[in-house]
């Protein structure tokens, strides 16, 4: 079983910040990069970030970029998202998972955590 623990959501104003952290197993996070996705009610999940394993290089969708920064703690086996200058856009749950691809936006497994939620007022 993959093992993926988000938290850090909360109620926040628009403009304001958070930090969302992913807690995930030593197989998982190992494996290679690490992302972050968000789902709205009614809308499917999308990709929002990723870091390499290495955490040289990042990728963004074009709705956050400039706005969040993805970072990560090997040691700990965590991933981070910085969120600044929030939108009620941004209100979601927030996912992470192993990322592969291209510009390492697609998700590597089927199972997710229960995530965290994220909620912008206007």
């Known amino acids: 079983q993959v093992h993926m623990v988000e938290s850090g959501g909360g109620l926040v104003q628009s403009g304001g910040s958070l930090r969302l ?3 995930a197993s030593g197989r998982t996070f190992s494996s290679g990069a690490m ?7 009614g809308k499917e999940r ?10 040289g290089s990042t990728y963004y969708a074009d709705s956050v ?12 086996d965590t991933v ?11 209100t979601a749950v ?25 909620t912008v007022s206007s």
């Not at 992302?35 to 009610?41: L, S």
């Not at 992470?96 to 691809?101: E, L, Q, S, T």
């Open 94 to 118: 927030y996912y992470c998972n192993a990322v592969y691809g291209g510009t390492y936006s697609y998700p590597l497994f089927d199972s997710w955590g229960q995530g965290t939620q994220v």
């Open 80 to 90: 981070y998202l910085q969120m600044n200058s929030l939108k009620p856009e941004d």
């Open 35 to 41: 992302g972050w996705f968000r789902q709205a009610p």
């Open 21 to 23: 952290s992913c807690a």
């Open 65 to 76: 970029k400039g706005r969040f920064t993805i970072s990560r703690d090997n040691a700990k």
């Open 46 to 55: 999308e990709f929002i970030a990723a870091i390499t394993k290495d955490g």
